[in-house]
């Protein structure tokens, strides 16, 4: 059970560092299909996908607590550095995912998914809330509704190998509302504080349901397509991997830049992807 919480808490990691996969870090310890069928026979097998899922499960949820007040200094101190890094793991992923195509002839079939997923992701930062600070979170039907939806698509993208959940929440605008709205929990939790217990609650509880939600729903659904159009599928994950660092780096606020900054960002981009190349191997 130590080694699926210390498993766990790999993906956990991936998942809140935009540009890493949690799908890949699964396949990576030879835990993705094994956790597709506990999700998908949860409750036909409901004992032994337990046994899986809860340690798991334990693992990623006590590194992404644990790792949400880093993320939010480095995005609050160091924006351009810290997002040049993210853009070298999501660009240090793509040999992984090219070799899944590799051998395959190319066609417009294929072509088409690719380019409908880059246009999705490129789109989506274009029309986005910049970087999530100006996410509006304050508790209304409209807004649950929203987390609900942001949960649903932010939990579908992290199960999918090569593809980060929290580069999605990023693109829609939510990223650093999330970490801010889990420290702000913890702090208040910790300080007995009801009334701010209450208010973060309003934020996460519709987010988490929207990823539990997500993450079943797809689970099925990746069965689905990847037994059909396996080939296909890769394509549209090419797609939305290569079209993340346009989307990343039109999200920057700019404002206050220096060379020593780009210049530390450039490096950091080169670590990214040298990192991202050495974990996405299966």
């Known amino acids: 059970m130590l080694k699926q919480i210390v498993q766990g808490a790999v993906v956990g990691v991936a998942n809140i560092i935009p540009g890493v996969s949690g799908g890949t870090m699964l396949v990576a310890m030879g835990l993705y299909d094994r956790l597709i069928h506990a999700i998908t026979h949860l409750r036909s097998e409901f004992k032994k996908s337990l046994e899986l899922l809860f340690p798991i499960l334990i693992g990623a949820g006590l590194a992404i607590v644990i790792l949400s007040r880093l993320f939010e200094f480095l995005f609050e101190y160091y924006p351009i550095p810290t997002n040049f890094a993210f853009c070298g793991l999501i ?65 579908a993208t992290m199960v999918i190998p090569g593809v980060s959940g929290s580069m999605m929440l990023m693109l829609m605008g939510y990223y650093n509302t999330i970490l801010k709205s889990i420290n702000q929990f913890i702090d208040a939790l910790l300080a007995f504080d009801l009334q701010d217990i209450f208010v973060q609650c309003g934020i996460l509880v519709p987010f988490g349901i929207g990823v539990v939600l997500g993450i079943f729903l797809i689970a099925k659904l990746i069965e689905i397509l990847f037994a059909r159009a396996e080939i296909h599928a890769y394509y549209a994950i090419i797609g939305l991997i290569m079209a993340s660092p346009i989307a990343i780096l039109l999200g920057i606020d700019w404002n206050g830049w220096t060379i020593l900054q780009v210049a530390l960002g450039i490096f950091f981009f080169i670590a990214g992807w040298f990192a991202a190349s050495k974990l996405g191997g299966e």
Not at 97 to 112: A, C, D, P, S, Y
Not at 130 to 153: E, P, R
């Open 91 to 155: 660009a240090g992923s793509l040999p992984f995912i090219f070799e899944k195509v590799k051998g395959h002839k190319v066609t417009i079939g294929k072509v088409i998914p690719f380019f409908i997923f880059f246009a999705i992701v490129v789109g989506m930062a274009l029309l986005g809330e910049t970087d999530g600070k100006a996410a509006d979170v304050s508790f209304n039907f409209i807004n649950v509704t929203k987390l609900l939806g942001v949960g649903i698509i932010a939990a």
